[in-house]
């Protein structure tokens, strides 16, 4: 009887409970799970996933140890196999999701990693999902990567009790804080005929200066995301903050490596953030369309707009989740 041969690698993280299978001739990379096999000590061993899987279909398969430590460090233990199989079913061939290129196939890697193995990570596994389409993401810093509410929040308390104004609370701030910044400052009651604007721009900045690099932080998920996505894609922030304060910050954190570019302003009044993002795109050299902007607040989605690119806003960073989700379609919750 004459049998097909469907000649395939796979590639195994035993220890992670997952597999890929790659098609040598089509160059397919299809997504196969350890969830049905039994071994001992509940882990399934390689030749008892491929027997469970394609039972008598298999012509022949030969282990080959593998260490992908560059693209996951936290593997200890992983396998490619060479394999044969007779007589595969159309069914099951049907049965997987199939990548067909370099790209895709690293993105697959990333995303089913993140799906089975991350799951406590509601936000790695949306920002995977959110971004795969993309070549480039530009980040936004304050709020987005920086966690500098308090920083923000604190130094804004002091200008309302020297102006003897109403205190103000985190849930209020994420509810009234936005662009352009004078008019956030009025909603909090500054009366621009009695007190000039940038005078109160220069005082809070004098007081986000001294705590910022003691009062803020990234984000704990930060680091592993940006070395995530530096696998697959390049990345940039561009920021309304000022320019200098950004080079600092991004050297104190040691995450310079992980961009292209970085881009703040060169004033106070976070005016010139679509300019700015303007030449990094055009620097970049990549199609507006193969480009996400990730931010916090509505002025991202402004920026967004006017550089023609999607955007993604992550919320309670400056802005809080309901009010984003009036504004925008594509919201997810940190």
């Not at 480039?136 to 990567?145: E, R």
């Not at 936005?178 to 007081?207: A, M």
């Not at 690119?309 to 802005?319: E, R, Y």
């Amino acid at each position: 009887m004459h049998h097909d041969l469907y000649t395939t690698y796979f590639l195994i993280f035993v220890d992670e409970q997952w597999a890929f299978l790659k098609n040598k001739e089509t160059g397919h990379l299809n997504f196969l799970s350890f969830d049905q096999c039994q071994a001992s000590h509940n882990k399934p061993s390689i030749e008892s996933f491929l027997n469970r899987t394609f039972q008598d279909r298999i012509h022949h398969w030969i282990p080959l140890n593998f260490q992908p430590t560059s693209l996951f460090p936290e593997l200890n233990q992983s396998t490619i196999c060479y394999v044969e199989l007779k007589d595969l079913p159309e069914s099951q061939r049907n049965n997987f999701e199939f990548f067909s290129s370099l790209a895709d196939i690293t993105e697959g890697l990333l995303s089913h990693k993140s799906e089975a193995l991350l799951k406590q990570s509601s936000l790695k596994t949306q920002l995977i999902q959110k971004t795969r389409p993309y070549k480039q993401i530009i980040w936004d810093w304050n709020g987005t990567l920086i966690d500098d509410v308090e920083v923000a929040l604190l130094s804004m308390k002091t200008l309302l009790s020297d102006h003897n104004l109403p205190d103000l609370c985190v849930d209020r701030y994420r509810d009234v804080f936005g662009f352009p910044i004078q008019k956030y400052y009025e909603k909090l009651g500054f009366d621009f005929d009695s007190i000039c604007f940038n005078s109160l721009c220069y005082r809070f900045h004098e007081e986000y200066d001294k705590n910022r690099l003691k009062v803020g932080k990234l984000f704990a998920d930060v680091i592993p995301h940006l070395d995530l996505f530096s696998k697959t894609k390049k990345q940039s922030i561009l920021s309304a903050g000022a320019q200098w304060h950004l080079d600092e910050w991004v050297q104190h954190y040691n995450i310079k490596h992980f961009f292209e570019y970085i881009y703040g302003i060169s004033d106070h009044f976070a005016g010139s953030k679509i300019d700015r993002g303007r030449e990094l795109i055009t620097h970049s050299k990549y199609d507006p369309s193969d480009t996400i902007l990730i931010g916090d607040t509505d002025h991202d989605v402004e920026v967004g707009a006017e550089l023609g690119v999607d955007v993604l806003l992550i919320a309670n960073g400056h802005q809080s989740f309901e009010r984003l989700q009036q504004l925008h379609d594509n919201v997810i919750e940190r």
